[in-house]
């Protein structure tokens, strides 16, 4: 059995900086034409113009990597409490940037730099609305007092809903939706709101985190919720609707830094997520919707074509093995092992 789909895209991705860029940006580069890159380096990327130069040290790692091929990062810019509107503007309008990025202060790595107050950032969602600029957000509260397994849904109610009546004409990302109150909020609303899932996300569930045994390697933020959580977002990202779509959420780590007494979030998937999608949409009977999650609604979300070039997909008679963790100096970082056999491969 095979199947051939325009070649994916990866809506949400993080490829850090320097030596870990270098080690991990192949990854991605082999398989999808495009990635949305967050922005949260340490410093985080904030302006037009560290946007501009941090693409440029990607061009140059994918080119370094993999030489001739056409990866094209697309990049976001880290919304803080002091980020000045008319940069925004002038960037997507030049074409620097596609999305500004909002991270809850303190919701996940590298954050503290993020929103502390909405009100504080309103005249920036204003002149995005009116510009048609895309907000993604990382949608969890991060109150002290909110149980993590909570985050999300509190987020959509007390910040999400308030600020899209707010704004109505604000375009809005939830990025990696873990729970069923996420895509059933999706699905109750209109066309100005849409949201990325993550292939771990569609796999593994809390059990997998933390039955026998903590298992560092699946943790990330919004960290997995119950079963019935991940069949949820199975149903969505299956059921062809166009809001949603993939962002693999790929984050790479060192092994040391994630089997640690408090360890790092997130988990790398980019190499891969296309095969490990290939499992979860063959086992939903919706193969035929892979081609729409991973490569035709997030382009559609973004005005953009999609891409001429096509992938295929071949599922064979034995389970392909994990792949190789990846070399960073003296150090590793672990791909996602998906906790079930995986029989597809990239042909
Ligand atoms: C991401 C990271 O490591 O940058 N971690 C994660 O668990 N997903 C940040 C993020 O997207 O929350
Ligand atoms: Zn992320």
């Known amino acids: ?31 999808f034409a ?54 925004v503007v002038r960037a997507a309008a030049d074409g620097t940037i596609l999305a500004v990025k909002l991270y809850p202060a303190g919701a996940t790595t ?28 990382h949608g969890e509260v991060t109150h002290a007092d909110v149980d993590i397994f909570d985050r999300e849904a509190r987020f959509i109610e007390t910040v999400l809903e308030p600020l899209r009546r ?48 903590i298992r560092p390697h699946y943790y990330c933020l919004p960290i997995a919720k119950r079963e019935e959580h991940r069949q949820a977002l199975v149903k969505a990202a299956t059921s062809g609707d166009s809001r949603y779509f993939l962002g693999t959420d790929s984050a790479p780590h060192t092994r040391s830094s994630k089997e640690s007494d408090c360890g790092c979030a997130g988990v790398f998937n980019a190499a891969n ?9 063959e086992e939903a009977g919706a193969l035929e919707q892979l081609e729409a999650f ?25 389970a392909r093995p994990v792949p190789e963790p990846v070399a960073v100096g003296d150090e590793w970082v672990m791909p996602f092992d998906p906790a079930r056999p995986v029989y597809w491969e990239v042909v």
């Open 110 to 137: 590298n954050s503290a730099s993020g929103v502390t107050d909405l009100d504080k950032v309103m005249p920036v969602l204003e002149a995005m609305a009116q510009n048609d600029i895309v907000l993604c957000v």
């Open 1 to 31: 059995m095979q199947i051939t789909l325009k070649q994916p895209d990866d809506w949400h991705l993080h490829l850090r900086d320097d030596a870990m860029m270098q080690a991990v940006v192949a990854s991605s580069a082999r398989h």
């Open 273 to 281: 997520t296309m095969v490990c999608l290939a499992e979860v949409f």
């Open 166 to 213: 707010r704004l109505p004409e604000l375009r809005v990302v939830m990025e990696h939706v873990t729970t069923r109150d996420g895509v059933d909020y999706v699905a109750a609303n209109d066309t100005h709101l849409a949201a990325t899932l993550t292939t771990h996300h569609l796999m593994i569930n809390r059990n997998h985190l933390l039955v026998g045994g």
């Open 34 to 87: 495009r990635a949305l890159v967050m922005p949260n380096l340490v410093p985080p990327v904030t302006t037009g113009q560290a946007a501009r130069d941090y693409r440029g040290r990607i061009e140059e790692a994918v080119q370094a990597a993999l030489p001739g091929s056409g990866f094209q990062p697309l990049m976001t810019l880290y919304l803080t409490d002091t980020t000045d509107a008319d940069d």
């Open 294 to 318: 991973a490569s035709l609604n997030g382009p559609r979300w973004y005005g953009l074509p999609p891409n001429s070039a096509t992938m295929t997909l071949r599922k064979t008679d034995s």
